[in-house]
């Protein structure tokens, strides 16, 4: 059986190794890309308080005219008096067949001039931009687009390999991780020693034997004592990218599956020539529910009949794990609520996939542990390799020596 599993566990290595490690790789850049962020860019996160905070009703229009025909997505606020307000838009881009803003050539120009219709280019709507904004003095620190940013082509290259949702490069990488359980489970099962004695020699590398043997060491060693954080990291990959393994989790906690979608949103009771409350009116009646937040987002409503939104995150809760608030925008009553304790099983256990995935369940001491689980996973792949170089040619002079005599 052990002959079956290394097998299984060599050629598995050898189709999917170089990706593997690329994603082990691009994993490890990504761990603190928030904190790099706040380190190398303290201007645009961080403000000095100056007294009281603007209104929203104020802050926001002034924001949206520096961005031109911008449209509000949603507003980011923050308890911590020191942090920016974040203000994510919807800025539409042109696109031609020469792509996003490209100038009308001067054969098409012309067919204008002469009164013939051009095919109006089509519109690309993208709601990543974020602009931050001083909550005191109503300054717009910084505008940022994470999709012009290096970690973002990194994250899109550990999804995708540079590639979009179903593309190639979105199957190469899910079926790499797929094959990377299976050498994972063969590498703990080759592993698993006969004797405590030998047992005593695989949970420790001996660094004063030879190239080979330190190698050898490297390789089973540090993936004796990875192996488990990099199976969770995996299966919640897996759990993540396929259908039928987000539906095995579903069923394995009882619930019913669902999508990403919510529920639809409750409407707001219309009157007569009513008037919408401002953002802070409306606001007013979730009292601790929001003083006790670590941070909050608001969309505004979108036309008469809709309702303010407000995604809450206390201290307690990770990114994932909002709980949303549909407020009228006449009464300022809370019309309807999804909190994350009201979820089912599947949904909460579903909501951790993520932040397990990526070390941020915890905050920093999960993140360093999916740090250095990352970056120590980068050895197996090279490892493997010389291992498996190291056997071709012993077996080399062998057969030369069987055909000679």
Known sequence: MKVFFRTIHLYLSLAAGIIIFCSCFTGTMLVFEKEIQH???PHR??????????????????ALKQVPKAKLSSVIVYNDPERATEIAIIVPEKKNKKGAGAAIPEADKGKKAAGHDLKKPKTDERSNLTLFV?????????????????????????????????SVGDWVISLSTFFFLFILITGVILWWPKTKKIMKQRLKIKWGGSTKRLVHDLHIV???????????????GLTMTFKWANATLFSLTG?????????????SIYKPDAVALSPETALSGM?????NASYYSVRLPRDSSATYTVSVWSKELIETNADIYYIDQYSGR???????????????VRAYM??????????????????????????????????????????KPRAKALVAA
């Open 255 to 267: 619930s019913k599956v669902v999508g990403k979608e919510l529920p639809k949103p409750p409407l």
């Open 222 to 236: 540090t993936g004796f004592y990875t192996s488990v954080f990099l199976i969770v990291v995996v299966l919640t």
């Open 287 to 291: 009292g601790e529910i929001l003083t």
């Open 134 to 166: 001083n909550p005191y003095t109503g300054q717009v620190l910084d505008q940022f687009n994470r999709r012009q940013t290096f970690l973002y082509k990194v994250e899109m290259f550990h999804r995708y390999l540079l590639g979009a949702k179903n």
């Open 45 to 62: 996160y961080f403000v000095k308080p100056q007294g009281g905070r603007m209104a929203l009703a104020n802050l926001i229009p002034g």
């Open 39 to 41: 380190t190398v860019n």
């Open 354 to 395: 993520k932040p397990v995935h990526t070390g941020a369940v915890y905050g920093l001491p999960t993140q360093i542990i999916s740090f250095v689980v990352c970056l120590v996973s980068l050895i197996f792949p090279v490892t493997g390799v010389m291992m498996w170089l190291n056997r071709t040619r012993k077996k």
């Open 334 to 348: 809370v019309a309807g609520s999804v909190t994350f304790a009201s979820k089912s099983l599947g949904q909460r």
